[in-house]
């Protein structure tokens, strides 16, 4: 300026009395400043660009939070390099709750996670992702569940104030010989053991003990003494010919499901190249979505799952000339004896796995794997697997330590100890001087201690993750933290007297310890960069572990004491949505229906059908009143509503973990009863034994799908409706279009035949010969058969019903959560439902998936009945949904062949025109039917302005009073083929997947254009398995679905 | 071209001393005086039912459809089977005067005009669903095909839904054009005896400033006669058309080629046997038995019989078609609508609708009055369940039994129902009040020429034209032609 | 208007009223207009009238209709909105028959009902010329239009053939220009014939009648009010109530005196007559029966 000749105005300025060009503010924008310090100082300049963001984000919110008009906008002052408007960026990250391993992609629209997919470079989940992966997004912006602030007794405390006040406590106690205990459940990240340890050293008297709220330990013991180590081998369910299960959820629940998921279906996917597929049988009592995909299902009462392992022991001993054990089974293992046969022949090539917590069963399973020589093919321990940790009897010995006063002070590290472990930790816990929880949202724990440290939600934090041995992953944060919390790491650090943030500590570590472990990178910075961008890493390595026999007749009268039969047996189990409880206050796992009952939001105990008949106790399908029992369960009276579930065994009840939530924010949304209650970890008996029941009245379930089954009386008699179509492996073998066949009229024809006669439609050219146009019916198949046409091949042989396909597409697309009141009024919204449906014994059924969604009909009847052309065909053969042309006249939910068009009957998300409706509780309930769990509350829903941030900006909210489905994320095929167009080349299949087909951890969905005939899908339509559903009404779906092959054997249906 | 009426044939007007100002005096009556104290009764119930149903529609609009029991796959229930039912109703009025007046079926004097109200009432009522049946009421603009700034916008001309919105409408204009054409020179009539200057001005203004010229009643005759001919298919269409909101989908049992006919022949029935419960009860209140003879009420109930018997015909031929296809979904779709959940509503249909009205094939019964309301009371309830069932049962349970649902209404459901029949009753009573419930010219003509053979000829006599009344009502006029007078 | 002035007759029976209209004929008179309450079969035939083209009016309608209703579906299905819609061509005929046949059965109807109300002229708040208030009633009326120049000859015959034709009543009605409908009876002038008076006589009588001298109409009015008795203006019974006296005739009476029932049911031959003159409505106290009604109405 000094330099520049100076032009003056008035006569005061030219003489400087007066500043001329003011400061329009008193100082400059604090913002600028710290950015530009950040800058220049090239610390972390993610981290602060995330605070920045975060800073803007959390304003919005809060300044959201107010009732005053406020532009929700956050403009950028300076763009950060990384962020273009609209596009999204995609950051590798992990999710590790509780054990549960899951490599993930988390993508972002400027600054926000809106969605959370798998990761397809991991060499654990491969690209799938578990439905809890992706719930865990919502519970980040759960407002009214997060801890905002650490707190003292339930009064706020400053941070320094807190750091001040443990710190000299914990010398103290460190002084005085008391134990600290930290008390945690399955941690992955090794550098979190590394500040445990760090803090150890600093106070001595320190114990870090492992707990799962579902308990593997006695599995874990059992390894330990067959292999010396404390760790699960590497299951590879790919690799087995036969998989037995006896009471493994390993497609659910059991370890890690979506890695396990990826490998079963390789195996048993089937092609014209690939003409094996291995054999599943599960021994269980509950049905498992294991057991749902089996070939063959053998159900025994809880009290015989771990006798059947015995059996198979004696049966396989024998064979190999060993002396069997010790065997009072007293019920009927006629079945078991011939899957033995089967394991028997199948040697090497087998894999049994049990779901038992019984170390006695787990050292019995251990023997028969290695009796039949699996351990080096399906079973591994060149790479041993940590997704449990937890040590029940350190539990143990801590519980005795806290009530004998020894315990100064605990510390809770991911675990929700009062929820799980109940009213003996709360009595152990009264009496430690103080407590502490490091705790993201309110839990039963975080009520109860002294102290609460709020930490990160993990995708604010940085962190690392060990799921096996030579894999090692990043957690990095995808936005900066929202509330004033702390990761509980950092907090350890401090308190030992480290200032390092974690972030570094972590590089620290890792340059430490993986550094010289590894030979891929030389320097650390490509390693870090490397493990941060691809999300994990993997070393080679081998190591092995060598079988010790234990004595098993010690284990086999162990097992004898434990399956302690009655009359009545309760088996708790896991839920899919649920799991242990972690996430039971996030209303999209509520929402998501249960795979088998199909039921959401409720908890209730599973029985078998013949039973509840025999009791009374079925429930009126018509207004979906079900009997509400009690029962006494050991010291617990649980009363809960009970469902009839094909497939459990008489006099067998199920009832799930993770329920009965109390003094959590969103207490209402996992209502019923909690199971852990009954829990007893010092036994290992995994039944219990119940009595008194009495029926308590009436209660209506949110049920999505009632028990209707395919086969049916018409005026022409009793006929099955080849909606899902499956056939035996052998009648595939020989025809590879077996069963695959359609009604026309009194006759089923092959649906090759069919296609030959009748593909033209009533407006096409019934001569048409152009191969090109002819798959194509209607008027417009030029146009289709030109260019793209999309379309979905999904192969029932893969699908295991898991859901993860479900909450994908509820995220991506903004489908609104509707709550309780309105899925029990068959209001649920989902574009993408998982059909179940059951065939054969009503005791012992079949279950079949089949993934539902818009169907894209190429002649589809909805888009002719709209009376506003709101739906209509693309030239790329979507049927679109303009939802703001959309009057609702719901004419084309009612003519849709497939039911798959869901209407908005209220304002779910709070995008209504009559802005009055201020926001849609989930316990809303329009129909004036109080429940008998008494008041509505206003519920997480879509509706908090925090919670909005979740929704993805591609897709339009829809409001009241219009229809929505599936779009095959068209958004998706946009920005795909934008891509391909900025790079000026052909579409790659690889440009578009759409969020079920990604979320999939079996790879069943398949898409892409099927006018090309290259591509995956076009190949799956080429197969001869393929068949759209109800196609004899001449839809002309986008969907094709592959035929369910299962490989049975004569017996198995006897 | 030429008429014989047989002389046995009951007389139309019936009672002592019937003169053309006994006539005007009777219907009139009812304009003049204040009512009765049943008036008020019923107006006062009626009104109820109508704020309670208003109450319940803007409920509706303020909260969203899914204050009614519908669900993802019953998306249609309550609402669309109100629609129908009321649109059947809806065609009796223009049938009795339509079609009755091209087969020259004179017997229909004595209930057109309430007939033709009664149309007009209940097309009302029926195009108030699919307005509150929207879940975007405010946007139902959409729905016409208007020149537009948002690009080129335009209707889907393929959905049965557009089709409705122009039948419907269509058929309340031509209803009404043809109700009011009719009631010009009534209201004359009242003008001119009126008293009052307020109330001759109002009845002025209605009659249109109506004389009764030649000139004037030659057009009205032809208009007349050109509107019943156009009146006659659209009664037809609209129903065909109503019918193809069911016909051209796909779901079993509504995709069916019998539909058209069916709906036509079932609106007939119900349409007729709301005429009878409304006039059944008018004759009693107003004291017009003179006029809505026992003889109407036989004719009534024979056309009754004939269509519900065409209607059972009807059910049948669906349940045979069905078992003949072969298709599997079309054979269980009328299986389940029989013996599946819903067997008690096809119960009451069939039981309501094809067997009570068979006992009209006696007479004793076709001319019992207190039967003939009871049952035409069955034969509305009949109906309602008839559109219940094909709607409900045919969504409730489709192709794929996982989307499966049962139906339950909620209070919503069930008062805006009860609402539209409040609606319905009170415009009818200030109908009954206010307008003149028979059509006075209409009775006058056939009184003219069917009030006593005798009078005529004792005319004749003084004229000593005798000869030209032989044997026929017509008159020979100078140039020897004979216009029939029964043509009416 | 070319004519505010109408002879009236009025015919009790739609038979006498043919009758009239074929003797009208055969006399060449020629009827301007001819009013009934119902429509009388044969007459437009008897008068000689054209067809209605009506109809035909109505086919030009519903042809443009149809012609509407298809090309604007075509235009908008095939060129400015084509859609892919379930597969359906975009010229889609069958699915454009519903709509094209509704629009057929609209333009037809609205169309041919206004053309009906504008050929007849009835709007809302047209102000007809009601000749009598029982046309629309039980009376059949022809009525003939009458000025200051028709000769008396011509209207002597006409009130000659309605009589002989069995008229009922037979009267001249005029009206104002800015006529009021609720004053119509201010302009019913004269009855010209007395049953069997000659019209000559008759149109005498009615000059006559114009020039009455005021002692004449004192002299009447004393006859009058001698026969009926006078009463106080105060305790007047409302008129109206017979039938046959209007806002109009009341006032008339007023003037007179007659105020109560009591004195109409005490008009007298002469006390009638002199009623008659002063207000010149002749014959209409013995036809309507007013002693009758007012005895009544006393006894009520």
């Given at each position: 300026?000094?330099?520049?000749?100076?032009?003056?105005?008035?006569l005061?300025?030219?003489?400087?009395?007066v500043?001329?060009n003011?400061?329009e503010f008193?100082?400059?924008?604090?913002?600028?400043?710290?950015?530009s310090?950040?800058?220049?100082t090239?610390?972390?300049?993610r981290r602060?660009?995330?605070?920045m963001?975060?800073?803007?984000?959390?304003?919005?919110?809060v300044?959201?939070a107010c009732?005053?008009?406020v532009?929700?906008?956050?403009?950028?002052?300076?763009?950060?390099?990384e962020?273009?408007?609209?596009?999204p960026?995609?950051?590798?990250?992990?999710y590790?709750?509780?054990?549960?391993?899951?490599?993930?992609?988390?993508?972002?629209?400027e600054?926000r996670p809106?969605?959370?997919?798998?990761?397809?470079?991991?060499?654990?989940t491969?690209?799938?992702v578990?439905?809890?992966?992706?719930?865990a997004l919502?519970?980040?912006y759960d407002?009214?569940?997060?801890?905002?602030a650490?707190?003292?007794?339930?009064?706020?405390?400053s941070?320094?104030?807190?750091?001040?006040?443990?710190?000299t406590s914990?010398?103290?106690?460190?002084a005085?010989?008391?134990?600290?205990?930290?008390?945690s459940?399955?941690i992955?990240?090794?550098?979190?053991k590394?500040?445990?340890?760090k803090f150890?050293s600093v106070?001595p008297?320190?114990?870090?003990?492992?707990f799962?709220?579902?308990?593997?330990?006695?599995?874990?013991d059992?390894?330990?003494?067959?292999f010396?180590?404390?760790?699960?081998?590497e299951y590879?369910?790919?690799k087995a010919?036969?998989?037995?299960?006896?009471?493994?959820?390993?497609?659910?629940?059991?370890l890690?499901?979506?890695?396990?998921?990826a490998d079963?279906?390789q195996?048993?996917?089937?092609?014209?190249?690939?003409?094996?597929m291995?054999?599943h049988?599960?021994?269980e009592s509950?049905?498992?979505?294991?057991?749902?995909?089996?070939?063959?299902?053998?159900?025994v009462?809880?009290?015989?799952?771990d006798?059947?392992?015995i059996?198979l022991?004696?049966?396989?001993?024998k064979?190999?000339?060993?002396?069997s054990l010790?065997?009072?089974?007293?019920?009927?293992?006629?079945?078991?004896?011939?899957?033995?046969?089967?394991?028997?022949a199948a040697?090497?090539?087998s894999l049994?796995?049990?779901?038992?917590?019984?170390k006695a069963t787990q050292l019995?399973v251990?023997?028969?794997?290695?009796?039949?020589g699996?351990?080096?093919?399906?079973l591994?321990?060149?790479?041993?697997t940590y997704?449990?940790?937890?040590d029940?009897?350190?539990l143990?010995?801590?519980?005795?330590?806290?009530n004998?006063?020894?315990v100064?002070?605990?510390?809770v590290?991911?675990a929700?100890?009062?929820?799980t472990l109940?009213?003996?930790?709360e009595?152990?816990l009264?009496?430690?001087?103080w407590s502490?929880?490091?705790?993201?949202?309110r839990?039963?724990?975080s009520e109860f201690?002294?102290?609460?440290c709020?930490?990160?939600?993990f995708?604010?934090?940085?962190?690392d993750?060990?799921?096996?041995?030579?894999?090692y992953?990043?957690i990095?944060?995808?936005?900066?933290?929202?509330?004033?919390?702390r990761q509980?790491?950092e907090?350890?650090l401090?308190w030992?007297?480290?200032?390092?943030?974690y972030y570094?500590?972590?590089?620290?570590?890792w340059k430490?310890?993986?550094?010289g472990a590894?030979?891929k990178f030389s320097?650390?910075?490509a390693?870090?960069?490397n493990?941060?961008h691809?999300?994990?890493?993997t070393?080679d390595?081998?190591?092995?572990?060598?079988?010790?026999?234990?004595d098993l007749?010690?284990?086999?009268?162990?097992?004898?004491?434990a399956?302690?039969?009655s009359?009545?047996?309760?088996?708790?189990?896991?839920?899919?949505?649920?799991?242990?409880?972690t996430?039971?206050?996030?209303?999209w796992?509520?929402?998501l229906?249960?795979p088998l009952?199909?039921?959401?939001?409720?908890?209730y105990?599973?029985a078998?059908?013949?039973w509840?008949?025999?009791?009374g106790?079925m429930h009126?399908?018509?207004?979906?009143?079900?009997?509400v029992?009690?029962?006494?369960?050991?010291?617990?009276?649980?009363?809960?509503?009970?469902?009839?579930?094909a497939?459990?065994?008489?006099?067998?009840?199920?009832?799930?973990?993770?329920y009965?939530r109390?003094?959590?924010?969103h207490?209402?949304y996992?209502?019923g009863?909690?199971?852990?209650?009954?829990?007893?970890?010092?036994?290992?008996?995994?039944?219990?034994?119940?009595?008194?029941?009495a029926?308590?009245?009436?209660h209506?379930?949110?049920?999505?799908?009632?028990e209707?089954?395919?086969e049916?009386?018409?005026?022409?008699?009793?006929?099955?409706?080849?909606?899902?179509k499956e056939t035996?492996l052998t009648?595939?073998?020989?025809?590879a279009?077996s069963?695959?066949d359609i009604?026309?009229?009194?006759e089923?024809?092959?649906?090759?035949d069919w296609?030959?006669?009748?593909?033209n439609?009533?407006y096409?050219?019934?001569t048409?010969?152009?191969?090109a146009t002819?798959?194509?019916?209607?008027?417009?198949?030029?146009?289709l058969?030109?260019?793209?046409h999309?379309?979905?091949?999904i192969?029932?042989?893969?699908?295991?019903?898991?859901?993860?396909?479900?909450?994908?597409?509820?995220?991506?697309n903004?489908?609104?959560?509707?709550?309780?009141?309105e899925?029990?009024?068959?209001h649920?919204m989902?574009?993408?439902?998982?059909?179940?449906?059951h065939?054969?014994?009503?005791?012992n059924p079949q279950v079949?998936?089949?993934p539902m969604?818009c169907?894209?009909?190429d002649?589809?009847?909805?888009e002719?009945v709209c009376?506003?052309a709101a739906?209509?065909?693309?030239?790329?053969?979507?049927?679109?949904?303009?939802?703001?042309?959309?009057?609702?006249?719901?004419?084309?939910?009612?003519?849709?062949?497939y039911k798959v068009?869901?209407?908005?009957?209220?304002?779910?998300?709070?995008a209504?025109s009559f802005?009055s409706?201020?926001?849609?509780?989930l316990?809303n309930d329009?129909d004036?039917?109080q429940?008998e769990y008494g008041?509505k509350?206003?519920g997480?829903?879509l509706h908090?302005?925090?919670?909005?941030m979740?929704l993805n900006?591609?897709?339009?909210v829809?409001?009241?009073?219009?229809i929505e489905k599936?779009?095959?994320?068209?958004?998706?095929i946009?920005?795909g083929?934008?891509?391909?167009?900025?790079?000026?080349?052909?579409?790659?299949?690889k440009d578009?997947?759409?969020?079920?087909?990604?979320?999939c951890?079996t790879?069943?969905?398949?898409?892409?254009?099927?006018n090309?005939?290259?591509?995956?899908?076009?190949?799956?339509w080429?197969?001869p398995?393929?068949f759209?559903?109800i196609?004899?009404?001449?839809t002309?779906p986008?969907?094709?679905y592959?035929?369910k092959v299962?490989n049975?054997?004569?017996?198995?249906?006897? | 071209m030429?008429?014989?009426?047989?002389?046995?044939r009951?007389?139309?007007i019936?009672?002592?001393n019937?003169?053309y100002?006994?006539?005007t005096?009777?219907?009139v009556?009812?304009?003049?005086?204040?009512p009765?104290?049943?008036?008020?009764?019923?107006?006062?119930?009626?009104?109820?039912?109508?704020?309670?149903g208003?109450?319940?529609?803007?409920?509706?609009?303020w909260q969203?459809?899914?204050t009614?029991?519908?669900?993802k796959?019953?998306?249609?229930?309550?609402?669309?089977t109100?629609f129908?039912w009321?649109?059947g109703?809806g065609?009796?009025?223009?049938?009795i005067?339509?079609?009755?007046?091209?087969f020259r079926q004179?017997?229909?004097t004595?209930?057109?005009?309430?007939?033709?109200?009664m149309?007009?009432?209940?097309v009302?009522?029926?195009?108030?669903?699919?307005?509150?049946?929207m879940?975007?009421?405010w946007?139902?603009?959409?729905?016409f095909?208007?020149?537009?700034?948002?690009?080129?916008?335009?209707?889907?001309?393929?959905?049965?839904?557009?089709?409705?919105?122009?039948?419907?409408?269509?058929?309340?204009?031509?209803?009404l054009?043809?109700w009011y054409?009719?009631?010009?020179?009534?209201f004359?009539t009242?003008?001119?005896?009126?008293?009052?200057k307020?109330?001759?001005?109002?009845?002025n203004?209605?009659?249109?400033?109506?004389?009764g010229?030649?000139r004037?009643?030659?057009?009205?005759?032809?208009?007349?006669?050109?509107l019943?001919?156009l009146?006659?298919p659209?009664?037809?269409?609209?129903?065909t058309i109503?019918?193809?909101?069911?016909?051209?989908?796909?779901?079993?049992?509504?995709?069916?080629t019998?539909?058209?006919?069916?709906?036509?022949?079932?609106a007939?029935?119900?349409?007729?046997?709301?005429?009878?419960?409304?006039?059944i009860?008018t004759?009693k209140?107003?004291?017009?038995?003179?006029?809505?003879?026992?003889?109407?009420i036989?004719?009534?109930?024979?056309?009754?019989?004939?269509?519900g018997?065409?209607?059972?015909v009807?059910?049948i031929?669906?349940l045979?078609?069905?078992?003949y296809?072969?298709?599997l979904?079309?054979?269980?779709?009328?299986a389940n609508?029989?013996?599946?959940?819903?067997?008690?509503?096809?119960?009451?249909?069939?039981?309501?609708n094809?067997?009570?009205?068979?006992l009209?094939?006696?007479?004793?019964?076709?001319?019992n009055?207190v039967?003939t309301?009871?049952?035409?009371?069955?034969v509305?309830i009949?109906m309602?369940f008839e559109?219940f069932?094909?709607?409900?049962?045919?969504?409730?349970n489709?192709f794929l039994?996982?989307?499966?649902?049962?139906?339950?209404?909620?209070?919503?459901?069930v008062?805006?129902?009860l609402?539209?029949?409040?609606?319905?009753?009170?415009?009818?009573?200030l109908?009954?009040?206010?307008?003149?419930v028979?059509?006075?010219a209409?009775?006058?003509?056939i009184?003219?020429v069917?009030?006593?053979?005798?009078?005529?000829?004792e005319?004749a006599k003084?004229?000593g034209l005798?000869?030209?009344?032989e044997?026929?009502?017509?008159?020979?006029?100078?140039d020897?032609?004979v216009?029939?007078?029964?043509?009416? | 208007?070319?004519?505010?002035?109408y002879?009236v007759g009025?015919?009790?029976?739609e038979d006498?009223l043919i009758?009239a209209?074929?003797?009208?004929?055969?006399?060449?008179?020629?009827?301007t207009?001819?009013l009934?309450?119902?429509?009388v079969?044969?007459l437009e035939?008897?008068?000689?009238?054209?067809?209605?083209?009506?109809?035909t009016a109505?086919f030009?309608?519903g042809?443009?209709?149809t012609?509407?209703a298809?090309?604007?579906?075509?235009?908008?299905?095939?060129?400015?909105?084509?859609l892919?819609?379930?597969?359906?061509?975009?010229?889609?005929?069958?699915?454009?028959?519903?709509?094209t046949?509704?629009?057929?059965?609209?333009f037809?109807?609205?169309?041919m009902?206004?053309?009906y109300?504008?050929?007849?002229?009835?709007f809302?708040?047209?102000?007809?010329?009601i000749l009598?208030?029982?046309?629309?009633?039980?009376?059949?009326?022809l009525?003939?239009?009458?000025?200051?120049?028709t000769?008396?000859?011509?209207?002597e015959?006409?009130v000659a053939?309605?009589?002989?034709?069995?008229?009922?009543d037979?009267?001249v009605?005029e009206?104002?220009?800015d006529m009021?409908m609720f004053?119509?009876e201010?302009?019913?002038?004269?009855d010209?014939?007395?049953?069997?008076?000659?019209?000559?006589?008759?149109n005498a009588?009615?000059?006559?009648?114009?020039?009455?001298?005021?002692e004449?109409?004192a002299?009447?009015?004393?006859?009058?009010?001698n026969?009926?008795?006078?009463?106080?203006?105060g305790s007047?019974?409302d008129l109206?109530?017979?039938k046959g006296i209007g806002p109009?005739?009341?006032?008339?009476?007023n003037?007179?005196?007659i105020?109560?029932?009591s004195?109409?049911?005490k008009?007298?031959v002469?006390?009638r007559?002199?009623?008659?003159?002063?207000?010149?409505?002749?014959?209409?106290?013995?036809?309507?029966d007013?002693?009758?009604q007012?005895?009544e109405?006393?006894?009520?």
């Amino acid at each position: 300026m000094a330099n520049k000749k100076q032009y003056w105005l008035t006569l005061e300025a030219k003489k400087g009395e007066v500043n001329e060009n003011p400061k329009e503010f008193g100082s400059d924008l604090p913002v600028l400043n710290s950015l530009s310090e950040t800058i220049s100082t090239q610390k972390s300049g993610r981290r602060d660009f995330l605070k920045m963001l975060g800073f803007g984000v959390t304003a919005a919110a809060v300044a959201a939070a107010c009732e005053m008009p406020v532009r929700k906008s956050i403009p950028y002052v300076i763009k950060p390099e990384e962020i273009t408007p609209g596009v999204p960026n995609y950051y590798a990250s992990a999710y590790t709750k509780g054990g549960y391993y899951n490599s993930i992609l988390v993508k972002t629209r400027e600054g926000r996670p809106i969605m959370v997919e798998g990761n397809p470079d991991s060499s654990v989940t491969s690209g799938g992702v578990n439905p809890k992966s992706i719930g865990a997004l919502l519970s980040l912006y759960d407002e009214a569940a997060r801890i905002k602030a650490p707190m003292k007794n339930g009064a706020a405390i400053s941070w320094t104030d807190l750091d001040a006040e443990i710190s000299t406590s914990l010398a103290a106690l460190a002084a005085s010989g008391k134990t600290i205990a930290i008390l945690s459940s399955t941690i992955l990240s090794p550098s979190t053991k590394k500040v445990i340890e760090k803090f150890a050293s600093v106070y001595p008297t320190t114990k870090h003990v492992q707990f799962d709220a579902i308990s593997y330990s006695g599995a874990l013991d059992a390894n330990e003494e067959s292999f010396g180590k404390r760790a699960f081998p590497e299951y590879h369910f790919d690799k087995a010919e036969l998989i037995v299960s006896v009471a493994a959820d390993f497609l659910g629940t059991w370890l890690s499901p979506t890695e396990f998921a990826a490998d079963y279906a390789q195996g048993r996917k089937l092609s014209a190249d690939k003409k094996s597929m291995s054999r599943h049988i599960q021994i269980e009592s509950i049905p498992t979505l294991a057991g749902a995909s089996a070939d063959l299902r053998i159900p025994v009462k809880a009290s015989e799952e771990d006798l059947a392992v015995i059996k198979l022991y004696n049966i396989l001993a024998k064979k190999a000339g060993l002396s069997s054990l010790s065997d009072n089974a007293s019920f009927d293992a006629s079945k078991i004896e011939a899957v033995a046969e089967e394991l028997w022949a199948a040697k090497g090539k087998s894999l049994v796995v049990s779901g038992s917590n019984n170390k006695a069963t787990q050292l019995v399973v251990n023997a028969i794997n290695e009796l039949l020589g699996n351990y080096g093919s399906a079973l591994s321990w060149e790479r041993a697997t940590y997704y449990r940790q937890g040590d029940d009897k350190e539990l143990g010995a801590l519980l005795a330590d806290m009530n004998a006063s020894k315990v100064g002070a605990v510390l809770v590290l991911d675990a929700n100890p009062v929820y799980t472990l109940g009213s003996a930790f709360e009595t152990a816990l009264s009496k430690v001087e103080w407590s502490l929880d490091f705790s993201e949202r309110r839990t039963e724990t975080s009520e109860f201690v002294t102290y609460v440290c709020p930490t990160n939600h993990f995708l604010e934090s940085w962190d690392d993750a060990q799921a096996k041995d030579g894999v090692y992953a990043t957690i990095q944060p995808t936005i900066s933290p929202l509330f004033a919390t702390r990761q509980a790491q950092e907090s350890l650090l401090l308190w030992a007297g480290d200032n390092t943030s974690y972030y570094d500590f972590i590089r620290a570590n890792w340059k430490e310890s993986l550094l010289g472990a590894q030979n891929k990178f030389s320097g650390f910075e490509a390693l870090w960069t490397n493990a941060v961008h691809d999300g994990e890493l993997t070393f080679d390595l081998t190591s092995s572990a060598s079988f010790v026999a234990s004595d098993l007749n010690a284990a086999a009268s162990a097992i004898a004491k434990a399956s302690n039969a009655s009359e009545l047996e309760i088996k708790l189990y896991e839920k899919v949505q649920i799991g242990d409880g972690t996430l039971s206050d996030n209303p999209w796992m509520q929402e998501l229906s249960d795979p088998l009952t199909r039921i959401t939001w409720d908890d209730y105990f599973v029985a078998s059908p013949k039973w509840m008949e025999e009791k009374g106790l079925m429930h009126n399908s018509k207004n979906r009143e079900y009997q509400v029992v009690s029962l006494n369960v050991g010291d617990q009276v649980y009363t809960l509503p009970i469902v009839a579930l094909a497939g459990v065994p008489y006099g067998v009840l199920g009832m799930a973990y993770g329920y009965g939530r109390r003094n959590t924010t969103h207490e209402e949304y996992s209502r019923g009863e909690n199971a852990y209650k009954v829990v007893d970890r010092a036994s290992s008996s995994v039944v219990y034994a119940a009595s008194g029941l009495a029926v308590q009245g009436g209660h209506k379930i949110g049920i999505v799908q009632q028990e209707y089954g395919l086969e049916h009386f018409g005026l022409g008699g009793e006929k099955t409706r080849k909606i899902v179509k499956e056939t035996t492996l052998t009648a595939w073998m020989e025809d590879a279009a077996s069963e695959n066949d359609i009604n026309f009229g009194h006759e089923w024809m092959p649906r090759k035949d069919w296609i030959e006669k009748y593909s033209n439609s009533l407006y096409g050219d019934e001569t048409n010969d152009n191969p090109a146009t002819k798959e194509y019916g209607g008027a417009h198949a030029g146009v289709l058969a030109n260019g793209h046409h999309w379309g979905m091949g999904i192969d029932l042989n893969s699908c295991i019903g898991c859901g993860a396909c479900v909450v994908a597409c509820n995220v991506e697309n903004n489908v609104p959560i509707v709550g309780r009141n309105e899925v029990r009024r068959a209001h649920d919204m989902n574009w993408l439902r998982i059909d179940k449906y059951h065939t054969g014994d009503e005791e012992n059924p079949q279950v079949i998936f089949q993934p539902m969604m818009c169907q894209h009909c190429d002649n589809a009847p909805c888009e002719n009945v709209c009376p506003v052309a709101a739906t209509n065909h693309s030239t790329e053969g979507l049927n679109q949904m303009t939802y703001n042309r959309c009057i609702g006249t719901r004419y084309c939910a009612n003519n849709c062949p497939y039911k798959v068009r869901r209407f908005n009957w209220f304002d779910y998300q709070g995008a209504d025109s009559f802005s009055s409706n201020k926001g849609f509780a989930l316990d809303n309930d329009f129909d004036g039917n109080q429940t008998e769990y008494g008041d509505k509350e206003a519920g997480l829903g879509l509706h908090s302005p925090m919670a909005k941030m979740v929704l993805n900006p591609d897709v339009t909210v829809r409001s009241r009073g219009v229809i929505e489905k599936c779009s095959f994320c068209v958004q998706r095929i946009q920005l795909g083929k934008l891509e391909a167009k900025k790079a000026n080349r052909a579409l790659n299949e690889k440009d578009i997947t759409t969020a079920c087909q990604s979320a999939c951890p079996t790879n069943a969905i398949t898409f892409g254009d099927t006018n090309n005939k290259e591509t995956s899908v076009s190949k799956v339509w080429a197969d001869p398995r393929a068949f759209g559903v109800i196609e004899e009404i001449h839809t002309l779906p986008s969907v094709r679905y592959l035929t369910k092959v299962r490989n049975q054997k004569d017996g198995d249906l006897a | 071209m030429s008429h014989y009426e047989s002389p046995i044939r009951e007389p139309l007007i019936q009672g002592e001393n019937i003169t053309y100002t006994k006539i005007t005096d009777d219907i009139v009556a009812t304009t003049e005086k204040a009512p009765p104290l049943s008036w008020w009764i019923g107006f006062g119930i009626s009104a109820a039912f109508a704020l309670l149903g208003v109450v319940a529609i803007l409920w509706t609009i303020w909260q969203g459809i899914g204050t009614w029991g519908l669900n993802k796959t019953v998306n249609w229930a309550w609402d669309i089977t109100n629609f129908v039912w009321w649109v059947g109703i809806g065609h009796a009025g223009t049938l009795i005067s339509a079609v009755l007046l091209l087969f020259r079926q004179k017997w229909r004097t004595g209930i057109n005009r309430a007939a033709e109200a009664m149309t007009i009432f209940a097309v009302i009522c029926a195009g108030l669903f699919p307005l509150i049946h929207m879940g975007r009421l405010w946007m139902g603009f959409f729905i016409f095909p208007y020149p537009n700034t948002r690009g080129p916008l335009w209707v889907n001309f393929n959905s049965p839904l557009l089709w409705d919105v122009f039948a419907i409408s269509t058929y309340l204009t031509v209803s009404l054009l043809f109700w009011y054409s009719g009631l010009m020179p009534d209201f004359a009539t009242i003008r001119d005896r009126a008293k009052g200057k307020v109330r001759k001005a109002i009845y002025n203004a209605l009659s249109f400033g109506w004389t009764g010229t030649a000139r004037q009643w030659q057009r009205f005759e032809s208009l007349s006669l050109i509107l019943a001919g156009l009146a006659t298919p659209l009664v037809l269409s609209v129903h065909t058309i109503v019918s193809f909101d069911f016909a051209t989908s796909v779901i079993p049992g509504w995709h069916t080629t019998i539909f058209p006919p069916y709906f036509v022949a079932g609106a007939i029935f119900s349409g007729f046997a709301m005429v009878e419960t409304l006039m059944i009860i008018t004759r009693k209140v107003l004291k017009l038995e003179n006029y809505i003879t026992v003889g109407h009420i036989e004719s009534m109930n024979k056309i009754i019989v004939l269509t519900g018997s065409i209607v059972g015909v009807a059910y049948i031929t669906e349940l045979v078609i069905a078992w003949y296809s072969g298709y599997l979904y079309e054979q269980y779709a009328f299986a389940n609508r029989a013996t599946g959940e819903y067997w008690w509503a096809y119960a009451i249909m069939m039981g309501c609708n094809v067997i009570t009205p068979q006992l009209y094939w006696i007479k004793k019964f076709r001319r019992n009055i207190v039967l003939t309301f009871v049952l035409s009371i069955f034969v509305n309830i009949g109906m309602w369940f008839e559109r219940f069932v094909i709607i409900v049962t045919s969504l409730h349970n489709d192709f794929l039994p996982s989307s499966w649902l049962y139906f339950l209404p909620t209070w919503v459901d069930v008062a805006i129902y009860l609402g539209t029949l409040g609606i319905f009753m009170t415009l009818f009573l200030l109908f009954a009040r206010a307008f003149p419930v028979i059509a006075i010219a209409e009775v006058k003509s056939i009184f003219s020429v069917s009030s006593g053979e005798a009078r005529r000829r004792e005319l004749a006599k003084d004229k000593g034209l005798e000869a030209s009344y032989e044997g026929s009502f017509g008159t020979q006029y100078a140039d020897g032609k004979v216009t029939d007078t029964n043509n009416i | 208007m070319a004519s505010n002035k109408y002879i009236v007759g009025l015919f009790d029976h739609e038979d006498r009223l043919i009758d009239a209209v074929r003797a009208c004929k055969k006399e060449n008179v020629e009827i301007t207009d001819t009013l009934t309450p119902f429509p009388v079969h044969g007459l437009e035939h008897e008068l000689g009238y054209d067809d209605t083209r009506l109809h035909t009016a109505g086919f030009m309608f519903g042809i443009t209709g149809t012609f509407v209703a298809l090309s604007v579906m075509t235009w908008i299905s095939t060129s400015s909105y084509p859609l892919n819609i379930g597969g359906k061509p975009h010229f889609a005929l069958p699915s454009f028959i519903p709509i094209t046949f509704e629009l057929t059965v609209l333009f037809a109807a609205v169309g041919m009902v206004c053309v009906y109300c504008i050929r007849n002229g009835l709007f809302p708040g047209a102000v007809p010329r009601i000749l009598d208030e029982r046309i629309t009633d039980d009376r059949f009326a022809l009525s003939f239009e009458i000025d200051d120049h028709t000769p008396a000859s011509k209207m002597e015959k006409i009130v000659a053939l309605l009589k002989g034709a069995g008229a009922v009543d037979v009267k001249v009605k005029e009206f104002e220009d800015d006529m009021d409908m609720f004053e119509v009876e201010t302009s019913e002038v004269s009855d010209l014939l007395p049953s069997n008076q000659a019209p000559k006589a008759a149109n005498a009588k009615a000059e006559t009648k114009k020039v009455l001298s005021d002692e004449e109409v004192a002299a009447k009015k004393l006859t009058l009010l001698n026969a009926v008795g006078t009463v106080d203006a105060g305790s007047k019974d409302d008129l109206k109530e017979i039938k046959g006296i209007g806002p109009v005739y009341e006032e008339r009476l007023n003037e007179l005196g007659i105020f109560t029932f009591s004195q109409v049911a005490k008009l007298t031959v002469e006390a009638r007559e002199a009623v008659e003159d002063l207000t010149g409505f002749p014959g209409r106290v013995e036809r309507e029966d007013w002693i009758g009604q007012a005895k009544e109405l006393m006894n009520r």
